[in-house]
RNA sequence: GCUGGAGUAGCUCAGUUGGCAGAGCACGUCCUUGGUAAGGACGGGGUCACGAGUUCAAUUCUCGUCUCCAGCUCCA
């Protein structure tokens, strides 16, 4: 049976239900989704938990009876009587957009019929699982200025195993929640209310962690002949006019003013790396130049669309954008792309969605370059041998982009990476290189992300390893643990050792009792404990507790010995 | 921005049909000096999100604001 098809009919009998529990109730659309189905509803008062309740119990009542899915075939004229005769406002304008040709319907039970393309299944007693999860707002044809409707959302699987084991994973992902995990394990919060909604603070240990990825940026960057660069948070406003930003994206700018002259916090670092690849004359010899900096940028989000590390107003991106040759374009073009996914995976993510994204609506540029830049995206991407989406108008208004999305420990997928290629700005900019005839020439530029923002990449760490990080992300690797005082200073000497090897640990000398500085460390997601007492500290070992090992601990070990292995477990990510 | 739900101690949550504000954890002091997931005693901590209104009296009722949550719309 097809899943789709299945929860396309439970959406119907939903649909029935509603009907009959509220008969004035006007019915909008109801498909089937990812996760299950919806429905779109026109009722004055909302609805409650106490009425999903009720409807899943009718619902539940109509499968029992086993109703039948009756397709018929009508007029396009007698459709537009019928859902008129019933007041179905919402399928008469649904019906007179279609063509003038024979319209399905469908029947079940005595009074239910719904406009609907099918497929359905035979009858309702084919839905064996299925739950009514949320209620929500939702505009008619999802246009901000269309009424709003009431949306129910619902799922349905094959199987009462399926289900459960659905609903398991939807509270699961609750469990792992970077919202909760993050500020309960000291890496970060948000002070709504007194700093603003939508700018994060990193706690010590959050702000470690962060330091570890931008290291690890940094390095690898340079490694593959990158330039850093840093441009200042606040610039002209001429500049962003220049550029295109303030005429697209003014409402979601921060504005400031310095002796009447308009100045834009940064919501972008396109326009900085533009001005110091303008600052020289530049020869097809150098080229490509790319730049790369770690650029920290605000964008006035609205209030609603606020997430956690997900979507805030101030975050930074790992960004870069690389100037080259017409020539140059798909080789570096593949070289982000193999970036990408050698970065994925180091940070433990190694499955991801690709997206190519074609020409917007609202976009600047000829239509002869959109053309060559979204080829030579999809040529990389061919060449690459890479599966991948289009999709349509859903590019940047510079340019057309691929989006790569990785997925998670729970297959959600999150936006991460992005290259997008730009013949625009360089144009608006009027940038130039030499050419080996002499002659100036534009050079064509690729804007990049890898992690996207450090923000929701952390969020999606968080999530992806449920609090757990690795070995070499984990903000605090040890934790020295001594009996009693009189270990100390052999504690002190360990943790050295150890501060030499540059791993990050520290000493636990509170006046606590060992297990529940055991709790503590399990609790706070800290790799490894190392407990010395008397018998450690006379033959130069610690004992060594690795997380969740429970019960069983290592014998006591030569401790530089194994430190050594902790330090190669590092160096290879792990 | 829109629809609906919510906001009580640092955290998780009780509670008041309008009349002195509660627990556990966390925090502080003291006792305890320990062998692999919470040792004990005592103590401090609150403009019940904020602002107005109704009332003898508002954390509780009404309105407004801010913020969060589930979605919608948006995401250079």
């Not at 939807?170 to 970077?178: I, N, P, S, V």
């Not at 979204?374 to 340019?399: H, I, P, R, S």
């Not at 200073?489 to 006046?511: F, M, P, S, T």
């Amino acid at each position: 049976m097809n899943l789709d098809t299945l929860r396309h009919s439970c959406s119907h009998v939903m649909a029935q239900a509603v009907k009959e529990l509220w008969p004035q109730v006007k019915l909008a659309i109801g498909p089937a989704i990812e996760d299950g189905f919806y429905y779109d509803f026109d009722k004055p008062e909302p609805f409650t938990d106490a009425d999903l309740l009720a409807i899943e119990k009718a619902m539940q009542k109509i499968i029992t009876q086993n109703e039948i899915f009756l397709r018929q075939e009508i007029s396009k004229q007698d459709a537009l009587a019928l859902f008129k005769k019933n007041h179905e406002d919402y399928k008469v304008e649904l019906v007179a957009k279609l063509p003038d040709q024979a319209i399905s319907i469908y029947r079940t039970g005595d009074n239910f019929l719904d406009l609907c393309r099918g497929p359905h299944i035979q009858s309702t007693g084919q839905i064996k699982a299925f739950k009514l999860l949320s209620v929500a707002g939702a505009y008619w044809h999802g246009i901000e200025t269309n009424p709003m409707l009431q949306r129910i959302y619902g799922t349905c699987f094959e199987s009462q195993q399926e289900l459960d084991e659905h609903l398991k994973n939807l509270e699961e992902a609750k469990f792992r929640d970077h919202r909760k995990l993050g500020p309960a394990l000291g890496l970060f919060d948000i002070y709504h209310e007194e700093a603003g909604a939508g700018f994060v603070f990193y706690h010590p240990k959050g702000a470690l962690l962060r330091m570890i990825i931008e290291d690890y940026e940094k390095k690898e960057h340079l490694k593959r002949g990158y330039y850093l660069v840093t441009t200042p948070h606040l610039m002209d406003a001429g500049l962003w006019k220049k550029s295109g930003h303030y005429d697209y994206y003014k409402e979601n700018m921060y504005f400031t003013s310095e002796e009447g002259k308009e100045v834009v916090v940064k919501p972008m670092n396109c326009p900085g790396h533009i001005l110091i690849y303008q600052s020289k004359t530049r020869s097809y010899k150098d080229l490509p130049i790319r730049l790369f900096e770690l650029g920290t940028v605000y964008r006035k989000e609205k209030a609603g669309v606020l997430h956690g590390l997900l979507r805030v107003r101030g975050f930074t991106q790992d960004d870069a954008h690389i100037f080259c040759l017409p020539q140059q374009l798909e080789a570096e073009i593949k070289g982000v792309i193999d970036f990408v996914f050698e970065t994925m995976k180091v940070f433990g993510f190694d499955s991801v969605g690709i997206e190519l994204s074609t020409r917007p609506e609202k976009s600047i540029g000829t239509d002869e370059d959109w053309q060559k830049a979204t080829a030579a995206l999809e040529q990389a991407l061919k060449e690459k041998g890479l599966a991948y989406e289009v999709n349509q108008g859903d590019g940047a208004f510079y340019g057309p982009k691929i989006d790569i999305k990785l997925k998670d420990a729970l297959k959600r997928t999150w936006q991460c990476a992005t290259i997008q290629c730009d013949f625009a700005l360089p144009k608006r900019f009027n940038l130039s290189y030499i050419d080996a005839e002499g002659k100036e020439q534009q050079p064509i530029m690729l804007h990049r992300v890898l992690l996207g923002s450090l923000e929701r990449f952390i969020g999606a760490l968080i999530e992806n390893y449920k609090g757990k990080l690795p070995l070499w992300l984990s903000p605090k690797q040890i934790v020295i643990i001594p009996i009693k005082e009189s270990v100390l200073a052999y504690a002190q000497k360990v943790k050295a050792e150890c501060e030499d090897k540059g791993l990050r640990v520290n000493i636990d000398n509170r006046n606590e009792t060992l297990n529940k500085k055991i709790r503590e460390a399990e609790l706070e997601n800290i790799p490894y404990c190392f407990i010395v007492g008397e018998r450690e500290a006379q033959n130069n070992t610690v004992s060594i507790r690795e997380k969740g090992s429970k019960d069983k601990y290592a014998d006591p070990l030569e401790y530089v010995f194994f430190i050594q292995e902790l330090v190669k477990d590092i160096k290879q990510h792990k």
